[in-house]
């Protein structure tokens, strides 16, 4: 089973992070379980990098590299990613959501059928069967 790994999740297993939560983790670890990163994620950690490097301490550069050691199968962006973007709807009771990445994220998932894990509970708001958050 592939799983895209939402930007923070995928930091936080790399860098074996306590704040992976162990739900995260055991799924991960499955073995039938095949991580999965995009390279969405790659160019959020290159940006937020290139505007505060204290903040985000890995280059893109970096992120690619730790992602390909560990295993982790990548994930190119492709039209129909993108076309999916615009069909996400969110709920008109939900907070609001406004990141462009995490939206690219979850259209990834969608149009490729699989599961995206995030830790993220904002992106509940959309209702989307692919997303677990933990």
Known sequence: MKVLLDTHIALWTLLDSEKLPIEARNLINQENVEPVFSLISMWEIAIKHAIHPDQMPIT?????????????????????????????????????????FDRMLIAQAKAEGIILLTHDSLLSGYNEPCVMTV
């Not at 992602?67 to 009771?93: I, M, P, S, W």
């Open 60 to 100: 893109g550069a970096q992120f690619l590299d730790y992602c390909t050691q560990a295993g982790f199968q990548q994930l190119v962006v492709y039209e129909e990613h993108v076309l999916e973007v615009e069909k996400l709807k969110r709920d008109e009771n939900a907070p609001s959501h406004k990141d462009p």
